[in-house]
């Protein structure tokens, strides 16, 4: 449902799905009260499974309404796959009508400021009140070392094609215009960032896509960090063996300079130039959460109590997703885990209850080396109660080879994320 | 193991009932990335709504011990105590079957 300007005026007064009990002394009183207000900032992974299992859980009883500004859902996850020709945009975008089963409102807006004090927010079109609020806004791109990256123009130029979208297509189609021969140049930044093995991944899709189309063709990754940061054997053996000869993988290599026109990156070593250059830019907590004060790690993340996800800083607020500061991977599965704990938690604080004191879940990321075969790195996460921190659990690791069984799998893992946070 | 019913308690205790998950349930949650929800597999993965606690609590035990190899299982199996893993096998049990669906593409 989407609501226009005048929904928000009702919103304050309405006492819509109450599941009053009639036996209270005050009941006159609390018919006229209106239930617990939730409001999720993005309709990311994060933010549209908190709104959904806040009402399932509640069975209805908690008002939820996510604040989201497209009009669809792209996933992240399978993207690379655009690159490397086997999936469309189309096949990994989404409607959001699955949410309105739950009853939860949605409103196509984005919120531009937010009074944690009097729990209020500000969106272009009104202001809205809430109860508690959620912030899931994913992450927001660092240009300040790199400021010619920064804007509409440069983007095109030099896409980054880390926030699934238009970005994608446009990313796909420079490397597909490209001649063989050409040089495709990538740039990992430090840790942490959005999906670890993210960028490696890419390299494998871009490389099955060469292998194919355009067998001359180079690709140079130059990765900020000492070393590739997820999967490291895995990837090393895949680009040795499937795509020998191809890759050049450069470690310690931080850009310093982009020449956009020319697509020339410099690093502290060398200068390299490309036909197609993927810049993918240092990140923080989305830009909202930083507006409220809750990205206060570094100026860049935002610390939680990993037993509810609250803000340490901002009251009545709850941080998911790839904005909260953890040694977690910044996973779509990751993000799915610390909304439902979060939810629960909500609920819990709703009723005058203490959240679940011992929190558990699970992760797990495939990465696609081709069309068909992946690997994962999995782990189950268990709350430390002397660190108060999620700490990784024995057993977790990584395949031993990618497989065509896991490439199966990781198929399932996308369509039943999507069935679960859309439908 | 159920989700208990408690009160919701705001304003004026008591105003609304509402079922808060436990631990299993959150915990429960975490497998619908690759199951579904409520252990309703939208497909390609096996559905746990409704499977029989034994049979559960068997195949993740030897998951865990590796009499059942595996390529991913494992890697969750042996994260979890014996307590969790006979709560989930119990939780999933109590799950009805229903039919889950993709999201649709938009118009
Ligand atoms: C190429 C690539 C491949 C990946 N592959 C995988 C994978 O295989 N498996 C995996 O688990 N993860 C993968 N990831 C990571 C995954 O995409 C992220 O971890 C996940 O999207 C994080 O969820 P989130 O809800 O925090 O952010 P998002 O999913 O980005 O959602 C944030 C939402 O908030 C909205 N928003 C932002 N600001 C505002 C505002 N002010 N007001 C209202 N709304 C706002 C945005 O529009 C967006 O919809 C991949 C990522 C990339 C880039």
Redesign the pocket.
Known sequence: MNLNRRDFMRFSASAAALTLLPLSGCARALRTQASPRVVV????????TAAKYLRMWSAGAVEVIV????PS?I??????LVLGGSKTLADLTFGYDGLQQHGIQRVQ????AVDPLARKLQLTRGELRYDKLVI????DFIYDSLPMLDSAEASQQVPH????GPQTVLLQQQLAAMPDGGVFVMSVPKAPY??PP?PY??VCQVASYFSQHKPKAKIIVLDANPEITSKKALFTKVWAEMYAGMIDYRPNSQLTEVDVAAREVKTEFETVSADVLNVIPPQRA???AQLVGAANVDKRWCEVDFLSYASKVVPDTYI????VSAALP??????TSQ?RVCASAILATLAGQQPDPQPVFA?????FVNARMAMHVAHVYRYDQHKKIMLPAEGGGVSAQPSEQEGQY?YS??QN?WSDVLT | MLSRLIVLGLLCAPLLVVAEPDHITTLASSCAACHGTNGNSAGGTPVLAGLDASHFRKQMQDFKSGARPSTVMQRHAKGLTDAEIDGLALFFSQQPRRPASLPAHPR
């Open positions: 900032i993005g309709g990311g992974y994060a933010g549209a604040i989201e500004p497209n859902f996933s992240c996850p399978l993207s690379n807006d984005t919120v531009t899931a806004p994913g992450v094609a880390w926030k699934a959005r999906c993210g991944e890419r989305g830009k909202v998911v997703g790839d904005s910044k996973s779509a599965h990751m993000a909304a992760n797990t990321c495939y990465s990781a893992w996308a994320i």
